[in-house]
């Protein structure tokens, strides 16, 4: 037999092992999820709750999520968008009024600990709710329009911009967020002076970027992708240590700025209310881990830019991270006197 066709046929046992085998794993978590469903739970549809308006980047890592929770569980998960206030509607309704009864969870970001500590007043907390699964992070960008007054201008020469005419250059933000703080950071390292535009979240921002009501946006990659891929936007600077793999031609804003510590990220975690009975709770949790351990799951969030670490792969795990990157804005908080 030829050695090609040897290897040829070598291949496809080798794939449809894969299969077999990945096939074989979905069957038997789904098997193991249905054995351990506690009794007479979940009896209809469970909810997950976004804090933001459909069609922006929350979103749609909620809406992949629950495909694949609906894959492996054979139930219906139906995304609910309570949006308003930059994320304070939904926030506050998981941690103060959602009923502990298993059919309420909530995709939630960095702006839950964030909002929390600097606007919930002490009426509501993230530590309100108990998180059960890591979904992914990514960082957020500045994009600008192809067609507006940056095209093809680079970040250092924005910057330059707003240093020479102060106040000349509007840039979308959103409330005490990341968003907010990287412009904070950026005018602290070089002298620039901005106008910060606010937003609920970057979809509309993209939107009013596109026809010329500002001059940078930010945004997350899933959500500009499209119009970036058509000519439409370009990203000019990453909120990351370093530059995006889908994104190598953009650098970051501490490699412009000559900064270490302009690093933010949307980190995506899902939350129950506190008190769940601990048997629903530990349902929600295996399946959540189930749907976020397949391969596509990985890959579709990939394309959007996202990072998925299952490293983080217990409840107890996801929280001691949200409580560490909570303490560490905690102290950005404090170092620039928004807490006392």
Known sequence: MPAFHA???LASFALLFSLSAAAQSLIELKA???????????????ELLVAYPAGGGMDANARIL?????????????VVNRAGAAGIIGESYMATQAKPDGYTAGLMASNFWSNSILRGEGKWSYRDT???AFVNSDP????????GRFKGVPLKDI???????PASVRVAASG????????EQIEAATGAKFVPVLYQGDRQAITDLMGGHIDVSYGYFATYRALMESGKV???GVASPERMPLLPATPSFNEVVGSHDIVWDAFRFVVIPKGLDPARKRWLEAAFNAALSDPDIASEFAAFGATVDRRLASATQVAEEVERRANRERNYYLKTGRLK
């Open 7 to 9: 290897r040829a046929i």
């Open 32 to 46: 193991r999820l249905r054995d351990t469903r506690p009794d007479g739970y979940p009896s209809r549809s469970i």
């Open 66 to 78: 629950a495909k694949y929770f609906e894959k492996y569980t054979e139930l219906p998960m139906v």
């Open 130 to 132: 108990d998180p059960i």
């Open 140 to 147: 957020p960008t500045w994009v600008v329009s192809t067609e």
């Open 159 to 165: 910057i330059a911009e707003a240093r020479a005419r």
């Open 176 to 183: 005490s967020t990341a968003t907010a703080f990287i412009l």
């Open 234 to 236: 370009a990203p000019v």
